[in-house]
């Protein structure tokens, strides 16, 4: 489903990602681990299209075309979607009018009808469930003045309601107390089929073990530097990040 | 991201799509302004004396004036003597019905979207077609007649009904109110009256569409509404102007009176000629519109959306005199490019329990400047007074600026007079989110601003509502960056 291939890219001059190889097939979740600024939401940036960054080598391949070339409309309209790290606030749209533009702007896109406001309605009130957000939070505008589990699970209804052929959490778990996490994590679940796909990338192993995985891969200075199974995720949580420091044998400053 | 922005400036280039200019005979005073070009328009339009000596009072109070420098806006000081102040096209010869209106006039407003042809004019709107000085047609006269409802040119109104003309016009704005408002009493050339008779309902919305075509000409319209006793009228304006390389003038006076238990609705989609990229060309709209209710219990409403001119200079306001009145202004203004807006509304509470309400939207975009300008004042015998205030500005990029001038002047212990601002900003990261929704730009920033401008453009009319909801987004494209 998703091919990237020694993936570089820098923003501004600063280089970023320094040649990512990984590859997604359907039904499966693969989770991106790393210490901070090692380019876990660059890498879903650049995968979604933001202009910020520019790519400087590779290739990224997506259901067969190549997901660089499109834009970041096109990218989602093919199936691409990114839960965001921070969702954004807009006054004045309702998450109800503005998840049914976006449905029936990749409806057109693929040459379909738009869906009409009682079939809207009704697909809104099955999918609203899977994540339990109540309707007068959807009449609000999107993301204005929700709290920080409002918002992510608001991410994951746009999620159930666009749904996507890979849908990429970045960060799906900061900011959230245990009761959001498991909710906002069950929604995922639900979500999961044998035809989509999952890259959940966090800084922490909780999240994975609500979302389990079936790869974990380490992101360190650009690079993937080890996969594995769920095991991994754990591994790291027992030693830390200095572990992969050590094996790949740099110095490690001791803590005070 | 840039590449993206390169199209949508490409776009943005071509986004007045009416600055065409048709080629039409015209009938013109030569430029300059004096006593005779005075008397040369009212005599074109074979005024009665009182109409005469009412202009050239109005002339010679103006030359004792100086043009307003308080407001918020920079332009090269404009040369009234370089306007033309008259300019009409020329028609063949009196007209009995629409069908015989000049074809390449009928085709002018064909192109606008409004049609004068008996058969295909738009439905529950009755238009009155202004371009340059003159008004060309009036649709659905007949229709209104038999309700008693006057609907005509402003010329036709100073010939057949001069009793009511006498009466009201300048009894709202003086002659001698301001700069513009002097001016335009004398050389005003055309325009729209309407008489709603007591009692009576319009059954339809009515509509004036302006249209400058001339060069170097001005456009001076007068537009005058009374609403009897008990009556309803929703009114909408429309205007447009060819692209031109200098600046128009367009200073016009809008009056309206509302008696007892009156409401009169005005909807303006404002869209003059916006100048360039550069900020060369556009028209100047210097307008004075106000409106009294007269009357107890009568309520006006302005709604206004204004998208066009290369510098705007407006305050459509009400004077609430009638007890229990209410003055309504919902306004969405949008600048782009290098355009100027001062704009606001001044509501005068006179009379007791007149309540009144405010909706201000502004958005600036590029490098143009946009300010609210509003006073909200309160008599010493208006008990019981209300008002309440909200100004909003939305900015895209940061080289535009908004401003908020509001002034309050309070004389009675009972009002309530609430004010609420807000300022925000459209940031790539919105249109980004948006973009991973599948949304493309241009409709992130539509959705984005109808969002911010909802409250007002739920007050216009349908028929209005959708092309003004188009205007926003065209006004705006490229803008983003």
């Known amino acids: 489903m998703l091919s990237i291939k020694n993936l570089q890219a820098r923003i501004e001059e600063k280089e970023i990602l320094k040649g990512i190889n990984l590859d997604i097939k359907p039904g499966e979740v693969h989770a991106i681990m790393g210490p901070?600024?090692?380019?876990k939401s660059t890498l879903a940036s650049v995968l979604a299209g933001r202009a910020d960054y520019e790519v400087t080598a590779g290739s990224v391949e997506f259901l067969g075309k190549d997901l660089l070339e499109l834009s970041p409309e096109d990218r989602a309209r093919e199936g691409v979607f990114l839960a965001f790290q921070y969702p954004i606030e807009m006054p004045g749209v309702s998450t109800t009018n503005f998840v049914?533009?976006?449905?029936?702007?990749?409806?057109?896109y693929r040459g379909e009808e738009p869906m009409d406001a009682v079939a809207f309605l009704k697909l809104m009130k099955e999918r609203m469930k899977l994540v339990n957000i109540d309707q007068a939070l959807l009449s609000r505008s999107l993301n204005e003045g929700f709290s920080g589990g409002e918002k992510k699970r608001n991410e994951i209804f746009q999620m159930a309601m666009l749904e996507p052929k890979l849908a990429i959490l970045d960060e799906t778990d900061s900011g959230l107390d245990i009761d959001a996490l498991r909710i906002v994590a069950e929604g995922v679940n639900k979500l999961k089929s044998k035809d989509n796909a999952t890259l959940v990338i966090t800084h922490y192993q909780r999240l994975l073990d609500y979302i389990v995985p079936d790869y974990v891969h380490i992101l360190y200075k650009g690079r993937i530097v080890k996969t594995g199974g769920k095991e991994l995720a754990l591994e790291l949580e027992e030693k830390g990040y200095d572990f992969i420091k050590e094996e790949l044998g740099e110095e490690v400053e001791s803590p005070l | 991201m840039s590449e993206m922005l390169n199209t949508l400036e490409q776009t943005a280039l071509s986004e007045y799509k009416y600055g065409w200019v048709t080629d039409i005979e015209a009938d013109e005073a030569p430029p300059g302004l004096n006593e005779d070009i005075v008397r040369f328009i009212s005599a074109k339009k074979n005024e009665p004396e009182w109409m005469l000596e009412w202009r050239l009072k109005a002339y010679r109070h103006w030359l004792k004036m100086s043009e307003p420098e308080w407001a918020n806006v920079k332009y090269p000081k404009v040369d009234y003597n370089a306007i033309k102040y008259y300019s009409a096209p020329k028609q063949k010869k009196t007209l009995n019905s629409l069908d015989e209106v000049d074809p390449e006039l009928r085709a002018t407003f064909e192109k606008l979207g409004i049609s004068l042809d008996e058969q295909k004019r738009l439905s529950n709107v009755a238009v009155d077609a202004v371009i340059d000085s003159v008004s060309i047609a009036t649709t659905f006269k007949k229709e209104l007649a038999e309700l008693g409802i006057i609907f005509c040119s402003m010329s036709e109104a100073v010939q057949e009904h001069p009793?009511?003309?006498?009466k009201w016009l300048g009894s709202v704005v003086p002659m001698t109110d301001n700069y513009f408002s002097a001016l335009n009493s004398a050389v005003f050339s055309d325009g729209s009256f309407c008489y709603i008779p007591k009692g009576v309902k319009s059954p339809m919305e009515l509509s004036t569409y302006f249209r400058i075509n001339a060069e170097n000409t001005g456009q001076f319209e007068r537009t005058l509404i009374v609403a009897e006793e008990g009556s309803f009228v929703s009114y909408l304006e429309g205007c447009t102007a060819p692209m031109r390389d200098e600046n128009q003038l367009h200073a016009a006076v809008v009056e309206i009176v509302a008696l007892d238990n009156a409401e009169v609705k005005y909807s303006t989609v404002q869209n003059w000629y916006p100048g360039d990229k550069e900020g060369k060309g556009g028209i100047y709209n210097f307008v004075t519109k106000r409106g009294i209710c007269a009357g107890v219990n009568s309520k006006i409403s302005w709604t206004q959306v204004e998208t066009g001119s290369a510098v705007t200079w407006?305050?459509?306001?009400?004077?609430?005199?009638?007890?229990?009145?209410?003055?309504?202004?919902?306004s969405v203004a949008v600048t782009n490019n290098h355009q100027q807006a001062d704009t606001g509304t001044k509501m005068m509470h006179i009379g007791k329990n007149t309540r009144s309400r405010i909706v201000s939207k502004g958005i600036s975009a590029g490098f143009s400047q946009n300010s609210y300008r509003g006073l909200v004042q309160v008599g010493k015998n208006a008990v019981n007074a209300r008002n309440f205030s909200q100004c909003d500005s939305l900015l895209l990029g940061d080289k535009c600026g908004a401003h908020t001038f509001p002034?309050?002047?309070?004389?009675?212990?009972?009002?309530?007079?609430?004010?609420?601002?807000?300022?925000?900003k459209i940031g790539e990261d919105q249109i980004f989110y948006c973009n991973q929704r599948g949304l493309d730009t241009e409709t992130a920033v539509a959705l984005i601003i109808n969002g911010f401008a909802k409250e007002v453009m739920n007050q216009l009319p349908m028929e209005f509502a959708v092309e003004a909801q188009k205007l926003l987004a065209i006004s705006l494209e490229g803008s983003v960056g």
């Open chain 2, 314 to 330: 407006k305050y459509p306001s009400v004077i609430l005199k009638g007890d229990n009145s209410q003055g309504e202004f919902y």
């Open chain 1, 36 to 39: 901070n600024g090692s380019g």
């Open chain 2, 407 to 424: 002034y309050i002047e309070v004389k009675n212990s009972t009002a309530q007079v609430e004010h609420e601002a807000t300022t925000s």
């Open chain 1, 100 to 108: 049914k533009t976006a449905v029936n702007e990749i409806r057109k």
């Open chain 2, 163 to 166: 009793e009511l003309i006498k």
